[in-house]
């Protein structure tokens, strides 16, 4: 399933309180939020019924909980909410690679599982990064023609 691709601004007084009072916050939250950032929603597509979500920090305590931006609406009609959420219990064994993928969201998220929801822009900058890194490599390993030959007498 593709991502949501609903964007908003985050409430930036709002967030540094939550950040700031969070058990397991960051040591200096203005560098996790800036005052103009906008987050995307990291859900799969879903319809209005559903809140949009985005994780803004990875809480460093035991039980697992994370700060989350929750919206639903647009402009002058969006609700919104910052929550401490435990992270969703579910996930995907890869018998034939033996890797073992957990769920990103948070728990009771709607929707499928984060290994299951495509980012269409992520995928397309990781081919461009990597495609990027393959001509470079193989610059490097082309022999110098410009380079005079220091073995001629």
Do not use: K, N
Not at 17 to 27: R, S
Not at 34 to 48: M, N, P, R, W
């Amino acid at each position: 399933m593709l991502q949501c691709t609903a964007v908003t601004q985050v409430p930036y007084p709002e967030a540094l309180l939550a950040l700031a009072t969070m058990e397991g916050g960051p040591a200096h939250p203005p560098d996790v939020v800036a005052a103009e950032d906008f987050v995307l929603c990291e859900l799969g597509g879903h319809d209005d019924t559903a809140e949009h979500a985005a994780h803004l920090w990875t809480a460093d305590t035991p039980d697992d909980q994370d700060l989350w931006f929750l919206w639903s609406g647009t402009g002058a009609h969006r609700v919104h909410r910052l929550d401490t959420l435990r992270l969703c219990p579910a996930v995907l064994r890869e018998l034939a690679t033996r890797t073992v993928t957990t769920c990103a969201f948070f728990d009771h998220h709607p929707g499928p599982h984060s290994f299951s929801v495509t980012d269409p822009l992520g995928d397309l900058i990781a081919a461009h990064v990597h495609s990027e890194v393959q001509r470079l490599v193989t610059e490097d390993d082309a022999p110098d023609t410009d380079a005079p030959d220091t073995d001629a007498p």
